[in-house]
């Protein structure tokens, strides 16, 4: 039985040392945040494991664009599940636009007349989803004549980052690395609406059953599985669900917000998903509390800190 330490904060000392100083405590969140960057160092240096990251929330107008990017291209990460709205701003932030921060928020309705939207204290400017439509329109044209249909979404979303050219975006780098993302909730999302106006001008036609068909094949040809899940929701549901092809996963790092009490997945401790073979008997879990923009930097910030030492 561990003792618990006080923690000793000093002038100058890195995000590494911090969370070290967490492991001497021990307990509680603090605890919780140094047993999953020991996780994730694992998950990133043992190359057994097929690393999956799951976005859900507002991660890419949030400020996490560069650093889920990074991950992608020391391929630490090997393959995204995104919720449709990390998309949609990963795209919006491509083609020029910038999010924008207002503490405390501007009156809702002053901001609609403003043209703006808000997503907690983030706001964007409603023209930026009319030039993101305009861009959704070319590729699939492009798409189209090249007669690139039925097409599934982790290819369409690879076209997409193609043709982007900002070097911070998830979909531009992912596509650079071959790095497949999937996006099972991309019709919830201003983009679906895209797609849908394009399909009543001039027809589309998607496959989505061909992700779950590369999903399928990327958890069978994988030794280990390992997953970062940031938030809940279909993301995190979609990773987990398809790893019931190999009796689950071999460990899984949840950073969430939500409770248990109401029975959601989103709020779900990891260790139930135990019990529906989501994950291995033997799997190594950690679900630590808290938001997202704030514990995800740091336990990531602490793991490259140790794992690229010079």
Same mark, same amino acid.
């Given at each position: 039985? !561990?003792?618990?330490?006080? #923690?000793?904060?000093?002038?100058?000392?890195?995000?590494?040392? $911090?969370?070290?100083?967490?492991?001497?405590?021990?307990?509680?969140?603090?605890?919780?945040?140094?047993?999953?960057?020991?996780?994730? @160092?694992?998950?990133?240096?043992?190359?057994? /494991?097929?690393?999956?990251?799951? #976005?859900?929330?507002? &991660?890419?107008?949030?400020?996490?664009?560069?650093?889920?990017?990074?991950?992608?291209?020391?391929? /630490?990460?090997?393959?995204?599940?995104?919720?449709?709205?990390?998309?949609?701003?990963?795209?919006?932030?491509?083609?020029?636009?910038?999010?924008?921060?207002?503490?405390?928020?501007?009156?809702? +309705?002053? $901001?609609?007349?403003?043209? &703006? =939207?808000?997503?907690?204290?983030?706001?964007?400017?409603?023209?930026?989803?009319? *030039?993101?439509?305009?861009?959704?329109?070319?590729?699939?044209?492009? +798409?189209? !004549?090249?007669?690139?249909?039925?097409?599934?979404?982790? %290819?369409?979303?690879?076209?997409?980052?193609?043709?982007?050219?900002?070097?911070?975006?998830? +979909?531009?780098?992912?596509?650079?690395?071959?790095?497949?993302?999937? @996006?099972?909730?991309?019709?919830?999302?201003?983009?679906?609406?895209? #797609?849908?106006?394009?399909?009543?001008?001039?027809?589309?036609?998607?496959?989505? &059953?061909?992700?779950?068909?590369?999903?399928?094949? $990327?958890? /069978?040809?994988?030794?280990?599985?390992?997953?970062?899940?940031? =938030?809940?929701?279909?993301?995190?549901?979609?990773?987990?669900?398809?790893?019931? &092809?190999?009796? =689950?996963?071999?460990?899984?790092?949840?950073?969430?917000?939500?409770?248990?009490?109401?029975?959601?997945?989103?709020?779900?401790?990891?260790? %139930?998903?135990?019990?529906? !073979?989501?994950?291995? *008997?033997?799997?190594?879990?950690?679900?630590?509390?808290?938001?997202?923009?704030?514990?995800?930097?740091?336990?990531?910030?602490?793991?490259? %800190?140790?794992?690229?030492?010079?």
């Amino acid at each position: 039985m !561990k003792t618990v330490e006080d #923690m000793l904060i000093t002038p100058g000392m890195t995000v590494g040392q $911090l969370v070290e100083q967490m492991r001497r405590s021990g307990t509680l969140g603090a605890g919780r945040l140094a047993r999953a960057t020991d996780l994730v @160092c694992e998950m990133f240096r043992e190359p057994d /494991y097929f690393v999956f990251l799951t #976005m859900a929330g507002p &991660l890419t107008p949030s400020g996490l664009r560069k650093l889920i990017s990074g991950l992608v291209e020391r391929e /630490y990460v090997n393959a995204i599940v995104s919720n449709g709205a990390n998309i949609v701003h990963d795209m919006i932030s491509a083609i020029g636009f910038k999010h924008k921060v207002e503490i405390p928020p501007t009156n809702d +309705l002053t $901001l609609r007349r403003m043209g &703006l =939207g808000r997503i907690g204290d983030i706001l964007v400017d409603q023209k930026a989803f009319e *030039a993101l439509e305009k861009t959704m329109h070319k590729i699939l044209e492009d +798409l189209s !004549k090249r007669g690139r249909q039925p097409i599934s979404t982790f %290819e369409l979303l690879h076209e997409v980052g193609m043709k982007l050219s900002d070097p911070n975006s998830v +979909l531009r780098t992912a596509a650079i690395n071959n790095t497949p993302i999937f @996006c099972p909730g991309l019709l919830d999302s201003m983009i679906g609406l895209h #797609m849908w106006t394009f399909s009543q001008l001039k027809g589309l036609a998607l496959n989505p &059953l061909r992700d779950l068909h590369i999903l399928s094949d $990327l958890m /069978y040809e994988s030794k280990k599985v390992g997953a970062i899940i940031l =938030g809940g929701g279909l993301p995190k549901h979609h990773i987990l669900g398809a790893s019931i &092809l190999r009796d =689950g996963v071999d460990a899984a790092i949840q950073i969430t917000l939500d409770r248990p009490e109401g029975g959601s997945l989103s709020g779900a401790p990891l260790e %139930e998903a135990v019990s529906w !073979k989501k994950a291995r *008997a033997r799997s190594k879990l950690v679900t630590v509390i808290g938001d997202t923009t704030v514990i995800f930097p740091v336990m990531i910030a602490a793991a490259i %800190e140790r794992l690229e030492k010079p």
